[in-house]
């Protein structure tokens, strides 16, 4: 179903909505000045209760960007970040664009194997890192050559004054500073490279097509790929969540940077969009409940973007200690499938709509979401964003279409997205087609009305006896069963060709496997072939840090011990 020409869907947007932005013509590093000049005193970050204006976040930057220029760091350079949600974290990202730079984003959870690949694969030479993971760097073979290593002390941005503004425990202000640094000898203070003052102003900006941004992503297989953003998709998108959120004000949003900005929702949600409305962004380096309604009380959030499982715990906690949470209006959730009971949950605590969106590190990464609007349908990832198109293909052919309702591969468009992989031409050939089109791996349906729902990742499709069997259609059925918390479901291949359908449940405490009574469970739901062969239990199901199952690491730890 190609929509090229027919647009059903955005007669559901909500009123206000376009269905085309103005494209952006200038560079990330320009939308950050001009926010910083129309904001002025405005709070842009809040870190603990310590504030900071756009105009003192502004000569940061310029500091920082001076600072990196020092150290060597020219226009089409990479540099790679590995830092939580912090001050120092926004400063870094605007400096490195301001001089032309190419932000590289990592994981801190990562251990040294993990950064080290992508290293070789980016090969940037300066790196802004958390304290804390510089003894990872230290462990990089001498092929991986790093000219200089930024270190980030958290404990610097946190409040000086006594009375933290957030009232917590001491036991719990305790906890959560000694988490926050550790020892760096060696490297470069952050500190002291905002010690040389600004960067001139005729320093040339980057174009509005030049690189900003390399985002790892593995997808369902093989190695990390580099996701190429230009500043163009990264400000596309920012003004596509402008036009979605229609109706937030400029100086007026305050934003709970939750998700990590080192993948690409948070990079988006915070970094440009947050920005682009100069808005506050309340940081947190992860999610921690306690540390979310302290900062309610001071700073209530109005844009409160997540994955379901911090929605959940952010709500049973505020019922639980009877604080509120009616200022959120704007609520996204991402990553995984929203179950009914959170979006009733959350939406009898908060003050506004909790809508599911859609999107891919290849495309900025926001492509289809609800509305903010009763035309929302749950069950659903919403329908494209402004200036999006979508098409749904013939899973083995691309060039053909499917009829109108039936499942196949979902195909999006826009200024969204990306430009390619980093020096992967292959893969890039693969992903995105002639005239723009982006494969996405998922395989979808679409109503009459352009509303889509994803029945399962194309790649994770299990093959038994020559039907394709979801992954996420058995999952759903075990965790119906009360002794099941969370289950994965993945393929075994067969000598004789074909997959066997493997199970891991993550089990209710207090439950036991019985693996038999699973099954004739899912015999009552599911058609015979769909229904899992072997069933494993996990004390913990392998997870993202934005909560979502790892499939493929699940698989990689039940397979041997079958």
Request: charged share 25%.
């Amino acid at each position: 179903m190609e929509n090229s020409e027919q647009r059903p869907w955005v007669k559901n947007y909500q009123p206000g909505v376009p269905a085309e932005i103005e494209l952006p013509s200038t560079s990330l590093s320009e939308m950050f000045e001009f926010s910083v000049a129309m904001a002025g005193d405005a709070p842009a970050l809040e870190f603990f209760g310590r504030r900071t204006s756009y105009g003192d976040l502004g000569g940061k930057v310029e500091r920082a960007a001076e600072g990196l220029r020092r150290l060597g760091v020219r226009s089409g350079d990479r540099v790679a970040l590995i830092l939580p949600n912090c001050p120092q974290h926004v400063i870094a990202f605007y400096a490195v664009l301001r001089l032309g730079a190419v932000v590289v984003e990592h994981n801190p959870l990562y251990t040294s194997r993990e950064l080290r690949h992508q290293f070789e694969d980016h090969q940037a030479r300066i790196v802004i890192a958390w304290d804390k993971v510089v003894p990872a760097l230290r462990e990089f073979p001498a092929d991986v050559q790093l000219d200089a290593i930024v270190s980030v002390n958290l404990l610097d941005a946190f409040p000086r004054i006594k009375a933290l503004a957030l009232k917590l425990p001491l036991k719990k202000l305790r906890e959560t500073r000694a988490a926050l640094t550790g020892p760096a000898p060696g490297t470069t203070p952050f500190a002291d490279l905002m010690s040389h003052g600004r960067i001139d102003a005729a320093h040339p900006h980057p174009g509005v097509h030049e690189l900003a941004a390399i985002q790892y992503t593995s997808g369902t297989t093989g190695n990390p790929k580099g996701v190429m953003l230009s500043h163009y998709n990264l400000h596309a998108n920012a003004l596509q969540g402008e036009a979605w959120m229609h109706g937030a004000q400029e100086r007026k949003e305050i934003l709970y940077a939750i998700l990590p900005m080192f993948h690409a929702f948070g990079m988006t949600l915070y970094l440009t969009f947050g920005i682009r409305k100069q808005g506050l962004l309340v940081l947190f380096p992860k999610f921690d409940p306690d540390l979310v309604l302290a900062a309610m009380k001071k700073s209530p959030a109005t844009v409160y973007c997540a994955v379901p499982p911090i929605y959940e715990r952010t709500a049973m906690a505020a019922k639980e200690k009877g604080v509120s949470l009616r200022s959120t209006k704007y609520c996204i959730s991402g990553a995984m499938n929203l179950p009914d009971h959170v979006v009733e949950l959350w939406e009898s605590v908060s003050g506004g709509l909790l809508v599911e969106g859609y999107g891919m590190t290849e495309s900025s990464p926001v492509a289809l979401g609800n509305p903010f609007h009763p035309s929302r349908r749950a069950g659903t990832i919403g329908v494209p964003f402004p200036s999006t198109l979508m098409k749904v293909v013939e899973l083995e052919d691309p060039d053909t279409e499917v009829e109108p309702g039936e499942p196949g591969e979902l195909l999006i468009k826009g200024p969204q997205v990306f430009t390619g992989y980093w020096r992967n031409p292959e893969e890039t050939a693969k992903t995105l087609l002639p005239g723009g089109w982006l494969r996405t791996g998922d395989v979808v349906t679409v109503d009459a009305d352009g509303f889509t729902k994803i029945v399962d990742r194309s790649k994770e499709l299990i093959i038994t006896g020559g039907f394709n069997v979801s992954p996420t259609e058995v999952e759903s059925v075990l965790r119906l069963h009360p002794s099941v918390k969370d289950a994965a479901v993945f393929g075994r291949p067969l000598e004789r060709g074909g997959e066997m359908v493997i199970a891991a449940v993550e089990l209710e405490p207090g439950s036991e496997l019985d693996e038999d009574a699973l099954r004739e469970h899912c015999r009552g739901l599911l058609a015979e072939y769909k229904v899992p062969r072997r069933i494993v239990a996990l004390d913990d199901l392998p997870r993202s840090m934005l909560g979502k199952i790892l499939r493929k690491a699940v698989r990689e730890q039940v397979l041997p011990a079958l």
